[in-house]
């Protein structure tokens, strides 16, 4: 079975601070994806990425990057955490396009 | 451009009776379409999938879902209703390069004993 592995279930930053949440996956998958999700608002995508070194922005990248440096581990950073950032974070990866997304077990950030 | 409606907020059954989740999508091309489940503060976990081969998928837990292109949509079905069940589930449409998953806003099943 494909595994996708959150570092974090629940994590609290200040204010501030640079977060790292970190995706690793380990079936060789091409694409992965970071979400975030709110209530009321479903998911929504911030970043998604097709390669090693490769990034595209989603609907919401404003107060976020991503690093892949390797093909198993998608980053997502906060530069400077604020307190709407605040949400379930949901890493995804998938074979190819149109294949099924496999997802992690989220990261609860909350941001004091 | 694809979108994915989800007809229903909430739906709330009786254990044993049928579910029915109903979803409806636009898609320029010829779609692939997913159903996903997700219990409280968990990932999502793949129910099932259609990617052009039958029009009915079964998928796990007994859940099934038929394409119905005239129609535009990809219900979701179970003959009868278990406890475990209530959950959030969410419609997804993935077409081509881009964006890849579209979800939809999803819908909380609730299961009266």
């Known amino acids: 079975d494909v595994k996708v592995t959150q570092s974090s279930r629940y994590l609290v930053k200040r204010t501030g601070e640079k977060v790292f949440l970190e995706c690793v996956q380990d079936m060789d998958h091409e694409n992965m994806f970071w979400y975030r999700q709110d209530p009321g608002l479903g998911l929504r995508l911030i970043y998604f990425s097709y390669d090693v070194k490769m990034k595209e922005k989603g609907d919401i990248p404003e107060g976020y990057s991503v690093s892949r440096e390797k093909k198993e581990r998608f980053s997502l950073i906060l530069e400077s955490a604020s307190t709407n950032q605040t949400s379930m974070y949901l890493c995804a990866s998938s074979l190819y396009q149109n294949t099924e997304a496999f997802f992690g077990q989220g990261t609860r950030l909350t941001v004091v | 451009a694809q979108s994915v409606t989800q007809l229903d907020s909430h739906v709330s059954v009786s254990e044993g009776t049928p579910v029915l989740l109903r979803c409806n999508y636009s898609?320029?091309?010829?779609?692939?379409l997913f159903w996903y489940v997700q219990h409280p503060n968990k990932g999502l976990q793949l129910l099932l999938k259609y990617t052009s081969a039958a029009t009915l998928v079964k998928g796990i837990n007994g859940f099934e879902a038929e394409f119905k292109k005239s129609e535009t949509s990809f219900h979701l079905t179970k003959p009868s209703a278990h406890m475990s069940d209530a959950a959030e589930y969410f419609c997804v449409v993935s077409e081509g390069y881009g964006q890849n998953f579209v979800f939809g806003p999803g819908t909380r099943l609730s299961v009266l004993p």
């Open positions: 898609s320029s091309y010829s779609p692939s």
